[in-house]
């Protein structure tokens, strides 16, 4: 009863992990499937070893977290050995970032190579400069990423996008335009939080971005105005804690969807219960 497909992809169960929860290693990414999660989006891979920025990079407010991890990862190559068992064990989609279209087809190509069920790229992180949302919010730019992926692997090319934005449908359209196979929205949203005391922003970037509850009815909106303007299959994402916030996404358009911050609240039971829920 909880099957569904995004696209040609077919799920067991619906709720995925979110990029960047418990999904940077191998082990992690099992654990996640074992634990009900009907699919695994993996850290945000770029080409090389990343140490991200400098902490602090996370904190938690009333209505979620913000974070500006700055994509910390050990690079596409080194990443291939957590890749090797997780993606036996189940489905692993594999998300990526890059700085142009060749880069992008570069790490897509890997994440095939690697056993990834669908790759979903990251065009959308609010805070690395030269990536992720800096290139994320220009249809053309979409467009040309979009359709060089598609033309360098045969997996389903996932898109996530950004709610950092006041055009979300025609990034979507850009999306379509290039081939995409699925939308993934949204993306945390752009945000600062400062500290009374010491008188100066909390993340040593100064910003980062908000996830969980408090950006929910953000991205049910952006489901819901994606959908007025494609016709492909979309994933939501955003402060989803339980099967109510799931089924409002479904209501709005999609036809799976991701959980990434409740893990954190809610532990790793959050998938089985919203299984059951469900
Ligand atoms: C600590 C942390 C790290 C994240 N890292 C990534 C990432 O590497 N790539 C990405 O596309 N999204 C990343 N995200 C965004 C989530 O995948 C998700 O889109 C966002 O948190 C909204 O979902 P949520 O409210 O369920 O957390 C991260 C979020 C958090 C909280």
Not at 83 to 94: E, L, R, V, Y
Not at 209 to 223: K, Q
């Amino acid at each position: 009863m909880l099957v569904t497909s995004v696209g040609k992809l077919r799920l067991e169960r619906p709720g995925m992990v979110a990029s960047g929860i418990m999904d940077e290693t191998g082990p992690s990414m099992m654990r996640m499937l074992r634990s009900g999660a009907g699919a695994v989006v993996t850290k945000s891979i770029g080409t090389k070893p990343n140490p991200g920025h400098p902490n602090p990079v996370f904190t938690e407010l009333k209505a979620g977290y913000i974070n500006a991890m700055g994509l910390p990862n050990p690079g596409i190559e080194l990443f291939g050995e957590e890749m090797a068992a997780a993606a036996k064990a189940g489905h692993i989609i594999g998300s990526i970032y890059g700085s142009s279209p060749e880069e992008f087809s570069k790490l897509a190509g890997k994440m095939e190579e690697y056993g990834a069920a669908a790759v979903e790229l990251n065009l959308s992180c609010p805070h690395a400069t030269g990536y992720g949302m800096e290139l994320g919010t220009d249809p053309a730019v979409i467009r040309s990423i979009v359709s060089a992926v598609k033309s360098s692997v045969t997996i389903p090319v996932w898109t996530k996008l950004t709610p950092n934005t006041h055009m979300i449908k025609d990034l979507a359209v850009a999306v379509r335009e290039g081939g995409g196979d699925a939308i993934v929205a949204i993306n945390t949203v752009k945000a600062m939080v400062i500290s009374p005391q010491f008188g100066k922003p909390i993340l040593s970037n100064k910003f980062g971005g908000l996830s969980g509850p408090a950006i929910r009815s953000i991205g049910v909106r952006a489901v819901f105005d994606i959908r007025t303007a494609v016709d492909i299959p979309i994933v939501g994402v955003g402060g989803i804690s339980d099967w109510k916030d799931a089924v409002q996404y479904l209501i709005a358009g999609a036809c799976a969807f991701q959980v990434g911050s409740a893990v954190g609240t809610k532990g790793l039971g959050v998938f089985d219960t919203i299984n059951l829920e469900l």
